[in-house]
């Protein structure tokens, strides 16, 4: 059974920087793409940052510059560290793997999903 549970989210002040792990288990997922989206109340899961199996890295232009994704292979864990933070990056955040390209932002291309860890950022 694959799963994949991340970790590392909280309650922060605009500016200050959190880390999020996503740890994953069943299989391995060297070979695809790994993955971060969020997800804040009444919106739709929008992608973050993505990383390919080779570690070519790709982000949503709101978190260019702030956000960097990473991966260890060897761990089978993802990781996203988030600096400057600011209250609209306030959400649900979710861990996704088994794309065959982190070019494609759709989390239509992700098979496995985490299910989740919130985010909050106060003003």
């Known amino acids: 059974q694959v799963q994949l549970v991340e970790s590392g989210g909280g309650l922060v002040q605009a500016g200050d920087s959190l880390r999020l792990s996503c740890a994953a288990s069943g299989r391995t997922f060297s070979g695809d793409a790994m993955g971060w989206f969020r997800q804040a109340p009444g919106k739709e899961r929008e992608f973050v940052a993505a990383?390919?199996?080779?570690?070519?890295?790709y982000y949503a232009d709101s978190v260019k510059g702030r956000f960097t994704i990473s991966r260890d292979k060897a761990k089978n864990t993802v990781y996203l560290q988030m600096k400057s933070l600011k209250p609209e990056d306030t959400a649900a955040y979710f861990c996704?793997?088994?794309?065959?390209?982190?070019?494609?932002?759709?989390?239509?291309?992700?098979?496995?999903w985490g299910q989740g860890t919130q985010v909050t950022v106060s003003s």
């Open positions: 996704a793997a088994g794309a065959p390209t982190a070019y494609n932002k759709s989390p239509d291309w992700y098979h496995y």
């Open positions: 990383i390919s199996w080779s570690g070519s890295t």
